[in-house]
T-cell receptor
Framework: GIQVEQSPPDLILQEGANSTLRCNFS?????LQWFHQNPWGQLINLFY???GTKQNGRLSATTVATERYSLLYISSSQTTDSGVYFC????????????FGRGTSLIVHP | KAGVTQTPRYLIKTRGQQVTLSCSPI?????VSWYQQTPGQGLQFLFE???????NKGNFPGRFSGRQFSNSRSEMNVSTLELGDSALYLC?????????????????FGQGTRLTVV
């Protein structure tokens, strides 16, 4: 099945810093989503971005489907950005079972 | 509009017991999928239901089962609980017209049920 790798696995920032999270996938996909898991466990949708670039406030994402990667940008980070960021893509071979990366754990210090 | 609602939020069970978790999808969503999250295995897909039919199933033993009702609400059941079943169980819903949960529409997650097996 499709392999999804996220980097870095851990990230520690000072409030106000910018960061880039990466998601590489091993096969072509027609769907990619970024999620933020808050400290209470809920997965919050950030972006549905099979290709192209989207922006939502301080967050933006770019997916280059032909090169099999997606980037999540966080600008002017805040302590509330702390948590784990996951990307998810459909499994390959026509299946619609989602495959998640292992996540990037982000800690933002005040 | 209301989001995906999972009940209960926390649960403690004894090894060998069974447990039922509930998920109410966003109004109008007909697809519900379930996931298990553990520190060791990460987020893993359990199964997906659409119009009361299981359409996809992950690689989990038969102790894990589910169903979906005509109002799209879904339940999952774990029988003969093992210590390793301790996890955060998440469900997600999507509009899903003809394809699976990650076909061509977004999936929205509930807050999860944290199950501890002792």
């Amino acid at each position: 099945g499709i392999q999804v790798e996220q980097s870095p696995p851990d990230l520690i920032l000072q409030e106000g810093a910018n960061s880039t999270l990466r998601c590489n996938f091993s096969d072509s996909v027609n769907n990619l989503q970024w999620f933020h898991q808050n400290p209470w466990g809920q997965l919050i949708n950030l972006f549905y971005i099979p290709s192209g670039t989207k922006q939502n406030g301080r967050l933006s994402a770019t997916t280059v489907a032909t090169e099999r990667y997606s980037l999540l940008y966080i600008s002017s980070s805040q302590t509330t950005d702390s948590g784990v960021y996951f990307c998810a893509v459909p499994a390959s071979g026509g299946s619609y079972i989602p495959t998640f990366g292992r996540g990037t754990s982000l800690i933002v210090h005040p | 509009k209301a989001g995906v609602t999972q009940t209960p939020r926390y649960l403690i069970k004894t090894r060998g017991q069974q447990v039922t978790l509930s998920c109410s999808p966003i109004s109008g969503h007909r697809s519900v999928s379930w996931y298990q999250q553990t520190p060791g295995q990460g987020l893993q897909f359990l199964f997906e239901y659409f119009s009361e039919t299981q359409r996809n199933k992950g690689n989990f033993p038969g102790r894990f089962s589910g169903r979906q009702f005509s109002n799209s609400r879904s339940e999952m059941n774990v029988s003969t609980l093992e210590l390793g079943d301790s996890a955060l169980y998440l469900c997600a819903s999507s509009k899903m017209l003809t394809t699976g949960v990650f076909g061509n529409t977004e999936a929205f997650f509930g807050q999860g049920t944290r199950l501890t097996v002792v």
